[in-house]
């Protein structure tokens, strides 16, 4: 098993098991490696899957409670029905020692706002072409993501040397038949990357 040592938290690094997560240390599903990132929802591995032989990036929810657990499962539910080689793959739902969990795939790269200044032009041009692609398909499942922008936006590097985007965090995610969801006047996502419907709470299409 790796030695895992403390990082400071939300940078990526080897990580120290705090006391509540524990229980990762001796997990046999997976093999926990070191810690990858934070967010508002959950926090973020890479972990070794013994049983398919292979790195995910392992997401589990901060704390267990109904409205975070439901959001949670929606965004993993959400980002698996989108089949396209642009959106990061959901391998697994599940939940130890009750904190509910997703297996993704390992994408390794950095984001496109990590990458700004940094690309070209074409490059650029490139990576939104295949991002459009990937949400058209995620909208003829009749899915909205809400929170697109360069932070959700992971650029790794093919076999090719070319560069490759995955779309992730559907955390927001809203199905257009989902009226439970929509609420008038609620705005959803990073005020930066709002379109003008979604900035006045309009439904969005």
């Known amino acids: 098993a790796p030695t ?120 650029v041009v490139r990576l939104v072409r295949d991002v459009a692609r990937a949400i058209q398909a995620a909208h003829k499942t009749g899915l909205i993501h809400r929170d697109l922008k360069p932070a959700n936006i992971l650029v790794a590097t093919d076999d090719k040397g070319d560069l490759h985007p995955y779309v992730v965090h559907f955390g927001l995610a809203r199905d257009q038949g989902d009226t439970e969801l929509t609420h008038a006047g609620m705005i959803s996502g990073t005020p930066s990357y709002l379109s003008p419907e979604q900035a006045q709470g309009e439904p969005l299409d």
């Not at 959106?87 to 130890?96: I, N, Y």
Request: aromatic content about 8%; charged content about 25%; overall charge neutral.
């Open 4 to 123: 895992l040592v403390e990082a400071p938290p939300g940078r990526a690094g080897a990580v120290a098991f705090p006391p509540e997560l524990r229980f990762l240390k001796d997990w046999s599903r997976y093999h926990v490696e070191r810690f990858l990132g934070s967010g508002g929802m959950g926090t973020v591995f890479l972990a070794f899957d013994p049983s398919l032989d292979r790195r995910v990036a392992l997401k589990l929810l901060h704390r267990n409670d109904p409205e975070q657990t439901g959001r949670f499962l929606r965004e993993a539910r959400a980002q698996a029905r989108v089949e396209h080689p642009n959106v990061c793959q959901v391998h697994e739902v599940g939940e130890v020692e009750g904190r509910p969990y997703i297996a993704m795939q390992h994408i390794e790269g950095k984001s496109l706002a990590d990458l700004r200044g940094q690309l070209s032009p074409e490059a």
